[in-house]
């Protein structure tokens, strides 16, 4: 490779956020073997970072999630960690591709809709998400981040909510 080439193409890392999920089929705690494994994909997003972890056998709904700026072991401790009880989580840690660099762009989102809590964190871009969320905004969508995410939540919430019967 020539150094033209070498400069053009290398300017620094250019990962897409790092994801790692665990479900902990004994019913273990899991967020303590989520921040390891997003301390491990640290190399991928130095941005932020957040874990958000549910209980299949506690009460159906309720997601525990803890998020921030910076690196894992920032924002992070064993006394926060130590909060966030249950047995299938997800973690992420985020390199900005699309979206600001704030506290409000932090993933995992955890969104509460009519079938639930849906907890979500994506890796990667979604090339059309300007022209979806235009669409999604002039159905009566309001979103809560400037991130490509919130609008496969979004998307991901409309499936099949039309067709709920009357005694929902």
Request: glycine residues 12%; aromatic residues 8%; proline residues 2%.
């Amino acid at each position: 490779m020539n150094s033209q080439v070498d400069e053009t193409y290398y300017d620094g890392l250019h990962e897409e956020c790092g994801v790692f999920g665990v479900y902990d089929l004994d019913g273990g705690d899991v967020a303590s073997t989520i921040y390891y494994g997003l301390f491990a994909l640290q190399h991928r997003g130095q941005e932020s970072c957040g874990i958000a972890v549910s209980d299949t056998k506690g009460p159906k709904g309720k997601v525990l999630s803890s998020k921030g700026m910076g690196l894992v072991n920032e924002v992070f401790d064993s006394e926060k960690l130590e909060k966030l009880k249950g047995n299938i989580g997800v973690g992420h840690v985020r390199y900005s591709t699309a979206g600001a660099s704030n506290g409000q762009n932090v993933q995992p989102l955890v969104l509460n809709y009519v079938k639930g809590i849906l907890m979500l964190a994506h890796n990667g871009n979604l090339v059309n998400a300007p022209e979806l969320r235009k669409e999604l905004e002039y159905t009566g969508a309001i979103f809560q981040t400037t991130i490509d995410s919130e609008v496969i939540a979004y998307a991901l919430s409309q499936c099949g909510t039309q067709y709920f019967p009357d005694d929902h």
